[in-house]
């Protein structure tokens, strides 16, 4: 569902993205991780279409989201890890919006937005302004307008910042079970336990460079780490830097 081909991205003379090529299959969950300025946020602003390529191209379904944007885009769902919400909306209202977006029917707004913020615990304050809204409530707000279109792709920036255990652990199930249905999951994070929790696979990037990439295990076995991943990555990174 997501795949890059030697994508590269550069700002003047610096390179923040070099050579990425990745393919992340239906039902996967994939965690991109690296240090900060390594390239992570760069790459996910490339497949969302959000910056050009200066070299390779992105595709989402299939779909090159340069070329053929509005098709890859209907099959993105994307958290930012900033995302910005329209304060003087309820989240009633701010689905509304999103869903208007999409051009979603009706009958099918009528149904999913209840569902999502249900399922999201948001229903006794689906009609208070989200200026309002705990840091906590906004990210629920902003993952069910991501999951309202039913997309077939989940593009997250730490996705867990700001949430209290009982909501990250919401949150993780809903992506799990996303993934179970057929959605490929790229979550970008700090939170190394989480992806070692969570993914199936992980990519880490550094200097806009992937060094390394496959299940924790495979890379155990390929770095010779007999740690967490957060030993093996700061035994990796550490490595390159020197």
């Known amino acids: 569902m997501i795949e890059t081909e030697h994508l590269r991205k550069e700002f003047g003379d610096v390179v923040a993205v070099e050579d990425l090529s990745l393919r992340i299959p239906p039902g996967e969950f994939f965690g991109f991780l690296g240090p900060n300025g390594s390239g992570k946020t760069t790459t996910i602003k490339l497949l ?8 390779g191209r992105a595709l989402i379904g299939g779909h090159d989201i340069q070329q053929e944007h509005l098709a ?11 995302p910005y919400l329209y304060e003087k909306l309820t989240a009633r209202e701010f689905l509304r919006f999103v869903g208007d977006l999409y051009e979603l029917p009706e009958a099918a707004l009528k149904q999913r937005i209840p569902e999502l913020l249900d399922l999201f615990g948001l229903t006794p304050v689906a009609d208070r302004l989200i200026e309002d809204y705990s840091h906590g409530m906004r ?10 279109h039913e997309p077939r792709v989940i593009i997250i920036d730490e996705p867990m910042v700001g949430l209290d255990p009982q909501s990250a652990h919401l949150v993780k199930t809903i992506l799990r079970e996303q993934c179970r249905q057929g959605v ?11 992806a070692e929790d969570v993914c199936d696979r992980v990519g880490i990037i550094l200097k806009g460079r992937l060094v390394a990439l ?29």
Do not use: N, W
């Open 72 to 82: 890859a885009k209907r099959l993105i769902g994307y958290v930012p890890d900033t």
């Open 139 to 148: 990210q629920k707000a902003v993952m069910a307008a991501c999951l309202l």
């Open 48 to 55: 969302t279409g959000l910056l050009r390529p200066t070299r």
């Open 214 to 242: 496959g299940t924790v295990t495979e890379l155990k076995q390929q770095f010779g780490s007999e740690g967490d991943l957060e030993d093996l990555f700061l035994d990796l990174t550490g490595r390159i830097v020197q």
């Open 184 to 194: 490929s999951v790229f979550m970008s994070t700090h939170t190394l336990s989480l």
